[in-house]
T-cell receptor, first 114, second 110 residues
Framework: EAGVTQFPSHSVIEKGQTVTLRCDPI?????LYWYRRVMGKEIKFLLH????????ESGMPNNRFLAERTGGTYSTLKVQPAELEDSGVYFC????????????FGPGTRLTVT | KQEVTQIPAALSVPEGENLVLNCSFT??????LQWFRQDPGKGLTSLLL?????REQTSGRLNASLDKSSGRSTLYIAASQPGDSATYLC?????????FGSGTKLNVKP
């Protein structure tokens, strides 16, 4: 069974540009989460999808971030326009059931904004 | 708001030693707690998941305990090996989102 995959593994963009990160969860997992770790800080929750619906987006930093999960399969996280402070590692996780199941994390996308 | 603290921030031990990593959290209303390992430049590997109703979980040389009432968890690693060198993260699940600690960076010297 394939794990959670993320693309790209690394992205370098200039301030003001747009970047789209993709996450493919484990097949059959309805729950999909986005997290990020910015330099020197702990990993922080961004948002949670149940199928195609946003269950909790309380961690999204501002309206420059837009997450979608059309059809309830893969998800994208778009940053537009990117700022320097958006640099960090963006992780995606999925789980088969809310709350009690463990979350399986992808390898992360390292975003560098110059 | 949930806050998760991990102590120590870094630990260096000789091979073969038993060791304990600590995790504390401020809000005891949790679904579960998960310990992860992260190697440099890699993603998170799940080590152990403890549900809120459980006291401990074991996998090989790893044993994790949970004392929800006092807001504490420990990860015990027996007979450490150089391959155990990594950053260990504790994550507490409150209402479907994880709150992470800053991690303990472990170095096991041959």
């Amino acid at each position: 069974e394939a794990g959670v995959t993320q693309f790209p593994s690394h992205s370098v963009i200039e301030k003001g540009q747009t970047v789209t990160l993709r996450c493919d969860p484990i097949s059959g997992h309805d729950n999909l989460y986005w997290y990020r770790r910015v330099m020197g800080k702990e990993i922080k929750f961004l948002l949670h999808f149940v199928k195609e619906s946003k269950q909790d987006e309380s961690g999204m930093p501002n309206n420059r971030f837009l997450a979608e999960r059309t059809g309830g399969t893969y998800s994208t996280l778009k940053v537009q326009p990117a700022e320097l402070e958006d640099s960090g590692v963006y992780f995606c996780a999925s789980s088969g059931r809310q709350g009690f199941n463990e979350q399986y994390f992808g390898p992360g996308t390292r975003l560098t904004v110059t | 708001k949930q806050e998760v603290t991990q102590i120590p921030a870094a630990l260096s031990v000789p091979e073969g030693e038993n060791l304990v990593l600590n995790c504390s959290f401020t809000d005891s209303a949790i679904y579960n707690l998960q310990w992860f390992r992260q190697d440099p430049g890699k993603g998170l590997t799940s080590l152990l998941l403890i549900q809120s109703s459980q006291r401990e979980q074991t996998s090989g040389r790893l044993n994790a305990s949970l004392d929800k009432s006092s807001g504490r968890s420990t990860l015990y690693i027996a007979a450490s090996q150089p391959g155990d060198s990594a950053t260990y993260l504790c994550a507490v699940n409150n209402f479907n989102k994880f709150y992470f600690g800053s991690g303990t960076k472990l170095n096991v010297k041959p």
